[in-house]
């Protein structure tokens, strides 16, 4: 099996936009992939999720994640990104994608404990600083 590899951090100057992707080989075998962040003195916290095509390609975000944030997928690609509009200096973090590879549900979840814990990326670092 093969790890989700994450790219597209960087830094960026507030206001600003950044495309992160997550690349995972035979994407649309998992259920569903789910995007984390863990920033500087914070908990990890739930960012995004998105459940397969054959579930409808169901979205969720994590509260004060809506309207900035959108998720979406590219199966051609075995690619899922992850869109940040407007950045402040709290989106600072490094952005981690997982993977759950059983389920059928029309749902996915914001806790890391519903990813495979073999299957979590080694994260991209986003620094948004002036």
């Known amino acids: 099996q093969s790890q989700p590899v994450e790219s597209g951090g960087g830094s960026v100057q507030p206001g600003g936009s950044l495309r992160l992707s997550c690349t995972v080989s035979?994407?649309?075998?998992?259920?569903?992939i789910g995007w984390f962040r863990h920033g500087p003195g914070k908990n990890r916290e739930g960012v995004s999720c998105?459940?397969?095509?054959?579930?409808?390609?169901?979205?969720d975000y994590g509260p004060s994640m809506r309207g900035r944030f959108t998720i979406s997928r590219d199966n051609a690609k075995n690619t899922v990104y992850l869109d940040i509009n407007s950045v402040k200096a709290e989106d600072t973090a490094i952005y981690y994608c997982?993977?759950?590879?059983?389920?059928?549900?029309?749902?996915?979840?914001?806790?890391?404990?519903?990813?495979?814990?073999?299957?979590w990326g080694k994260g991209t670092l986003v620094t948004v600083s002036s």
């Open positions: 997982a993977g759950r590879y059983h389920g059928s549900s029309y749902y996915c979840s914001l806790d890391a404990e519903y990813y495979d814990e073999d299957r």
């Open positions: 035979g994407l649309t075998d998992y259920h569903a």
């Open positions: 998105i459940t397969s095509p054959r579930t409808g390609g169901i979205t």
